[in-house]
């Protein structure tokens, strides 16, 4: 961030101007000022009269350094956030003027949540946060992006988001950044954005595919916006001779029409057989599908593997409640039925030819796991995964008694705790007449299981359950 100029009163918007510090200094003696430095314009009169009248201004070393602080004025630099909360409650108790700055927008992923959780009284004063700002610069509308956070806590999540949904905006930190969402997006068909320094010197927007995103170096901070390669692109023509900063000729795929990216799918789930296409009635009926759906928990920020997808319609009704999928079938009619019935319910699942499990080495790791195919020798390799890369949930369907037996004690053997059911619909079915009978569908078998103790709330092995819940201090 480079050095904020102060605006003068003739370019501030409405009628503040640095005579209202007296107004500015009463609100901070009732509460704590929260403000957000612009990327470009700086602060208002109205923020640079209350910094200037704080008995404390707290921020990180960036934020204080861009400001104009009175000689000698008591400052914190911001580090861990615990003990400075609690100076922070200190000081206000004494009835002291504090003001914190963070960047852009410190509602959005920032300070604002831990100090509200503290009961402190806040008065929050926002700029354009750097997601904003990044779409802005790329020219982009963003009313129907998913945005996440990498920074402080486990990457995994807003990777998986980035991989199920068709835009999404990134928060990052060194270590968890472009090069590494770049290495876990090759496969996926994406396309990324990498905004660095926004707002300040040495500014620079970069187009690149995920493996070129891997291979380069990149500075912090920045942000990335993800963006899901269209089906059919058009011939975009040419690309100019320097296309390092040039958006590229092409659109972005749809978002979900009812702009709610995370929630559950407008058309429902568990749908009937007829709303996928598939080979000898090879597809996991409705009935069975809702119960392997609540025992896998996808959601938005978890990958799931569907292992023997068959028609896809476990993976694609994962990935229609939020989740990344990666589907394996052995062959490429298989492979082809999947995508088609993918593309057809509007959801981008990975769909890798191979033979589980075999094929498996060469995934991502997944936080659960689907079962329809591959007998025993499939079930032992996704369970004797170390807990760190192997799935919290593993969710076998069979056709035959005699096999539970023996998945359970895989199962059991290797950590997880199991429970099963027999699923057997009868569905109504017309007679001549007007009457109706039922007519009873083939029992199937469905072991459910997880690793550690019970079904708790939390993923036994850890992980965040969704992208970015918790807080940063430097806000966005």
Not at 132 to 152: I, P, T
Not at 465 to 473: E, F, M, N
Request: charged share 20%.
């Amino acid at each position: 961030m480079g050095r904020v100029r102060e605006l003068d009163a003739d370019e501030a918007a409405g009628p503040d101007s640095l005579a209202a510090g007296s107004a500015a200094g009463d609100l901070v003696r009732r509460s704590v000022l929260v403000t957000g430095l612009d990327h470009e314009v700086g602060l208002s009169p109205w923020a640079a009269a209350a910094v200037r009248e704080a008995d404390l201004v707290v921020g990180a070393a960036r934020h204080l350094a861009a400001v104009p602080l009175p000689p000698n004025g008591p400052r914190m630099v911001l580090g861990p956030l615990a003990p400075a909360v609690d100076r922070i409650g200190q000081e206000v108790a004494a009835g002291r003027r504090v003001v914190v700055l963070a960047s852009g927008d410190p509602g959005l992923f920032g300070i604002v949540r831990r100090l509200s959780q503290a009961g402190l009284p806040l008065h929050v004063v926002p700029a354009v946060s750097s997601i904003s700002l990044a779409f802005a610069r790329a020219g982009l509308a963003w009313d129907g992006a998913a945005v996440v956070s990498a920074h402080g806590r486990d990457l995994r999540p807003a990777l998986n988001a980035c991989r199920a949904l068709p835009l999404v905006a990134v928060l990052t930190q060194p270590g968890a950044g472009a090069t590494e969402l770049g290495a876990g997006l090759v496969g996926w068909a994406r396309r990324l954005l990498v905004a660095e320094n926004l707002g300040a010197d040495g500014e620079r927007l970069t187009w690149v595919s995920p493996d070129e995103a891997a291979h380069r170096d990149w500075a912090d901070p920045h942000v990335v916006l993800v963006l899901s390669e269209p089906a059919d692109p058009e011939p975009a023509g040419p690309e100019p001779a320097d296309s390092e900063d040039a958006s590229p000729a092409r659109a972005v795929a749809g978002v979900r029409v009812d702009n709610q990216p995370a929630a559950a799918p407008a058309g429902g789930w568990a749908l009937p057989e007829s709303a996928y296409d598939h080979r000898d009635s090879m597809i996991t009926k409705s009935e069975v599908r809702s119960w392997v759906l609540a025992s896998l928990r996808p959601r938005l920020g978890r990958l799931v593997w569907d292992l023997g997808a068959g028609s896809g319609s476990v993976g694609i009704e994962c990935a229609l409640l939020g989740a990344a999928v990666v589907a394996v079938e052995k062959d490429a009619a298989g492979c082809d039925l999947v995508r088609d019935n993918a593309s057809r319910h509007g959801v981008d699942v990975r769909v890798v030819t191979g033979t589980a499990p075999q094929v498996l080495a060469t995934l991502p790791d997944p936080d659960a796991v689907f079962v329809g195919g591959g007998g025993l020798e499939v079930v032992t390799a996704v369970a004797q995964r170390p807990a760190q890369v192997g799935p919290a949930r593993i969710v076998v369907a069979l056709a035959a008694v005699d096999r539970v037996g023996p998945v359970v004690e895989i199962l059991r053997r290797n950590g997880f705790t199991t429970d099963g059911v027999q699923l057997s619909a009868s569905r109504f079915s017309d007679l001549p007449g007007g009457s109706l009978r039922l007519s009873a569908t083939n029992p199937v078998f469905v072991v459910s299981a997880e690793r550690g103790q019970g079904w708790g709330p939390a993923d036994p092995a850890g992980r965040a359950g969704s992208a970015g819940l918790a807080h940063q201090a430097g806000g966005s």
